[in-house]
Each structure stands twice: as structure tokens, then as C-alpha cells.
């Protein structure tokens, strides 16, 4: 499939890009939501689903790198 012209990517390209991030925010909102419905602060609810989406590791607040994810109730 060629590019048409004037365009930095093929549309299949857009498209895939589109729908994975969709699919990223879609997920990262309901996880946030669902932490939120826990009782963990907003805050926290965030930076936990961020860093857990992300697998970056320690996030921000009760989950922070001094801390543990024992913060978000079982």
C-alpha cells in the first residue's frame, strides 16, 4: 500500500494508531475509576494505573517510590 501523497503515513497507520489509543485511554479510565471506587485517592488512583499501564515501576502519592502498592486495598 503506497502513502498517498502529502501524507507522513498510510491511513491503515492512522487507524491502528487511533484505535490502540482508544484502547490505552479507554483502559487507563476505567482502572483509575475502579481504583477510585476502592477508596484510594484520586491521586493515587492515577499515578497507580498509570505507572501499572506503563510498567514504569513506583508511581506517584500512596504508591510512590518510598512507598508500596499496599496502599490500594485487596
Known sequence: MQTPVGAAFADTV???LLVFLG???TIFAISTIILS???VSLE???AASAA???IV???L???GASESYQAIPQ
Open 57 to 59: 515501576g513506583p508511581a
Open 37 to 39: 471506587a476502592m477508596g
Open 52 to 54: 501499572t499501564i506503563n
Open 23 to 25: 484502547f490505552y485511554l
Open 61 to 63: 502519592a500512596d504508591v
Open 44 to 46: 493515587t488512583a492515577i
Open 14 to 16: 492512522r487507524v491502528g
